[in-house]
Nanobody, 131 residues
């Protein structure tokens, strides 16, 4: 049985940093696409960052501030959140695909940020940023 367990997160002031982690069990992440999504109350789920084939992909709202990384030896996924803003406040979810998932735009392909492309989800971890 595949399990994704998030940890980290918490509260921070605007401009500070946090890190969220995701430990995977029941499958080997290897080259599979993994990603972080977030959702605030009343908002749609948003793909934040994804890693798999090629360079990682990021939502425009977090580019230059967030960094996704993966440790295949530990079967773990990480998201470093720097220069936090109040609008980053959300529940952050780890997601994994049972394979490689990409999106292509204008001839460029990158790891998918579409929720429908992912097969496994964690329970989520809260990140709260105050101004």
């Amino acid at each position: 049985q595949v399990q994704l367990v998030e940890s980290g997160g918490g509260s921070a002031q605007a401009g500070e940093s946090l890190r969220v982690s995701c430990a995977a069990s029941g499958f080997t992440s290897g080259g599979n696409t993994m990603a972080w999504f977030r959702q605030s109350p009343g908002e749609e789920r948003e793909g934040v960052a994804s890693i798999g084939r090629g360079s990682p992909s990021y939502a425009d709202s977090v580019k230059g501030r967030f960094t996704i990384s993966k440790d295949n030896a530990k079967n773990s996924l990480y998201l470093q959140l720097n220069s936090l803003k109040p609008e980053d406040t959300a529940m952050y979810y780890c997601a994994a695909a049972a394979g490689i998932r990409t999106q292509c735009r204008g001839g460029n392909c990158f790891p998918s940020l579409k929720g429908a492309d992912f097969d496994y989800w964690g329970q989520g971890v809260q990140v709260t940023v105050s101004s």
